[in-house]
């Protein structure tokens, strides 16, 4: 299982000790997030075979990609029991900020994104140290900042956009590898997920990032240094979601200030469905890398499924918002039942 | 007195914004122009909407980041019942408003129902009215508007002080009334302040809560509707820019973001200070994009504030409590 709890070890020996393994990865999340997304798209592609054609899968593929790592930055701000407003915000920036050095300074693409993510994560600092330094809630800070960094960023670039981009990076984002069924992006974002499981499960800073999430207090009396993996916490966020930001570059092949709606607000409802729909615990502590991958993988999925349906690609974020709606009480159902069964 | 006008929420920005006024009209004696008062105050009023549709909401210690979706919602309802079903427009007006009211009751049904935080719920929301407004518009204005709403959207009725200003004040009034004299407003900020208490002191919770989030979807609509008047028209995009907006206003007039603390006068001051800045911008021609900046400053400045207000005030009660 992909679940990564701060409080799994002292689990085992609780009442989930009559269950056996296999039964415990049926009654998961990802499981459930498994089954749905080959529930439908075997719908998909009974109702259009074309689906399922080599196009459709890479495009797809892409999508997701974005998604995901959209999710992933969300992600780990939420193991804080925080959340990060200013995720869309933070990406449009550090995307600009990678275009300008591949136009104004004619860097090729691989210092001019490490730029990029550089700025990511300077700016999840910023968020950070303010949340650490005033205790205020991250909601109302990353609300400020996200004001902030999308208001600098459009004045600075006065809205325009950085169309001379490096033509290997664009050549990237438009690579096909597996006869054309798989984009480049779709792997980078497979790899960082398992960078980030090896981080929350083998290594100590992410086991304290995770503990301090579950429980500051505790955690604090145990020796870790809450503020700082908050912080930490905030500049991982940064530096992801400014990967999403230069992977939309790579997809576009120019660094658009208006990619991600105005102040960034568009990337946050990809940003929740995923970490949400994956089984992420909005109060902290317990993340699921595994299913915000799915989770973001089933939403792009349904959302090019209606679009293939023709359902009217403008009643498509009412289905999103629906779909949000329904994935937290059918997770709330779940919950109480498992409770009820005393199987969790 | 003085002391005591101190502790107010609305002294503080009052001075700040009388200031400000007082600076601006020295380098440009224009800024209070007929004109440009009837400007702000046009502005002044839509936004007080808004920002007393999210106050609401954070008087009972939640958010509501539909605010706008439902706002676009209304607008487009009014807008195009009107050009497309032939409506007059108080009709019109009265059902948009209606709108606004059972999409806010929604939220608020939800909320208290599933236990679910009000972040995700509205978040999710947010995505299906603005979806709907998309879906109903196909992303294209309604242009259709009658005269007398272009009109009453616009022009003054005396002096300088236009037809919308009628009911912004009616609504600032009221729900000072509804807050600070009836129980019902007693009730709101008691949840707020510590729902396990109000819930143990008889009051219903869950009824509070969607009670507050039907009028914070009422003001949205009426918001929503006071913009299709200025603009003339029933633009989809109406609500797209209103989150932080109607978060800054509630919070420089001293709103506690955890609930059961919130200040009509100072909220509506800080739909002022907001207006004041951006209307400044534009007559020293500095460019409209460092809005988004200062709003944002504007919001961690407040913030700031009013934690230190609540540190001190935290001290002075321990002070208070130490026998001498």
Redesign the interface.
């Known amino acids: 299982m992909a679940d990564i709890d701060a409080s799994a070890p002292a689990e085992t020996g609780g009442g989930t000790g009559q269950l056996s393994p296999v039964a415990r990865a049926l009654l998961s999340n990802e499981f459930g997030l498994i089954v749905l997304v080959l529930v439908f798209a075997w719908i998909f592609t009974g109702i259009s075979p074309a689906f399922m054609s080599k196009f459709s899968v890479y495009a797809l593929g892409r999508t997701a990609a974005i998604d995901i790592m959209i999710g992933f930055s969300m992600m780990v701000v939420i193991i804080t029991g925080g ?1 990060n407003l200013s995720v869309g915000a933070i990406g449009v920036c550090a995307a600009m900020t990678a275009g300008w050095l591949m136009q104004a300074f004619g860097l090729p693409w691989i210092p001019a994104i490490f730029g990029g993510i550089a700025m990511g994560a300077a700016l999840g600092a910023v968020n950070g140290l ?1 949340i650490v330094r ?4 991250s ?3 990353t ?10 960023m ?2 600075l670039t ?2 325009e956009s950085f169309r001379e981009i490096d033509a290997a990076f664009a050549g990237f984002g438009r690579l096909k590898l597996a006869e054309g069924y798989l984009s480049p992006l779709l792997v980078v974002s497979v790899v960082v997920a398992v960078l980030l499981v090896a981080l929350f499960r083998f290594t100590a800073l992410g086991r304290e990032m995770l503990a301090a999430g579950a429980n500051p207090r505790a955690a604090e009396l145990s020796g870790i240094r809450v503020d700082r993996m908050i912080a930490y916490c905030h500049v991982l966020s940064g530096a992801l979601a400014a990967v999403a930001g230069v992977m939309l570059v790579a997809r576009n092949g120019a660094a658009i200030p208006s990619m991600a709606g ?2 960034g ?1 568009n990337w ?2 990809p940003a ?1 469905l995923g970490p ?1 729909l994956g089984g992420t615990l ?1 109060t902290g502590g317990r993340i699921s890398v595994l299913g915000t991958l799915l989770g973001a993988l089933l939403v792009t999925l349904l959302n090019s499924g209606l679009l293939l349906m023709q359902v ?1 690609a ?9 779909l ?2 329904a994935a ?2 059918m997770d ?1 159902a779940r919950r109480r039942y498992l409770a009820r069964r005393k199987l969790v | 007195m003085i002391r005591t006008l101190l502790q107010t929420d609305w002294f503080g920005p009052l001075l700040v914004t009388v200031a400000g006024i007082a600076v601006v009209t020295v380098f440009s004696p224009n800024f209070l122009s007929p004109y440009n008062v009837q400007i702000l105050l046009l502005a002044i009023s839509a936004n007080a909407m808004i920002a007393f549709s999210q106050m609401i909401i954070i008087a009972i210690g939640q958010m509501n980041l539909s605010v706008g979706a439902i706002g676009g919602l209304a607008a487009i309802a009014f807008a195009g019942m009107m050009e497309v079903w032939g409506i007059p427009w108080p009709l019109a007006a009265v059902l948009a408003l209606g709108i606004g009211l059972l999409a806010g009751f929604a939220n608020g049904v939800l909320v208290a129902v599933t236990g679910i935080s009000a972040f995700v719920i509205t978040l999710a929301t947010l995505s299906a009215y603005k979806g709907m407004n998309l879906g109903i518009t196909e992303a294209q204005p309604f242009y259709q508007i009658p005269e007398i709403v272009k009109t009453l959207g616009n022009e003054t009725f005396l002096g300088p002080l236009p037809w919308l200003v009628i009911p912004a004040v009616l609504v600032t009034v009221l729900l000072w009334y509804l807050l600070f004299r009836l129980p019902l407003g007693r009730a709101i900020l008691a949840v707020g302040g510590n729902p396990h208490a109000a819930e143990l002191s008889g009051i219903s919770v869950s009824r509070i809560v969607v009670v507050a989030h039907a009028i914070s979807g009422l003001l949205a609509a009426l918001g929503g509707i006071m913009f299709v008047g200025r603009l003339q028209q029933g633009n989809p995009s109406i609500g797209d820019g209103w989150l932080i907006l109607s978060f800054a206003a509630p919070v420089i007039g001293g709103a506690l973001l955890s609930g059961g603390h919130v200040s009509v006068a100072g909220t509506l001051i800080g739909v002022v200070i907001v207006a004041i800045i951006t209307q400044v911008l534009a007559v020293f021609s500095i460019d409209p994009f460092l809005v988004q900046v200062l709003l944002g400053l504007l919001i961690l400045w407040a913030v700031g504030l009013n934690r230190l207000r609540e540190v001190h005030a935290q001290r002075q009660a321990a002070a208070a409590a130490r026998p001498a």
């Open positions: 959340l303010l005033t205790g205020l809630h909601f109302i800070i609300l400020a900042t996200m004001s902030i960094f999308y208001g600098v459009i004045f006065q809205a105005d102040v607000q946050l409802l929740f949400v909005l009217g403008f009643w498509i974020q009412t289905y999103l918002g629906l949000l709606l937290v009480l709330m």
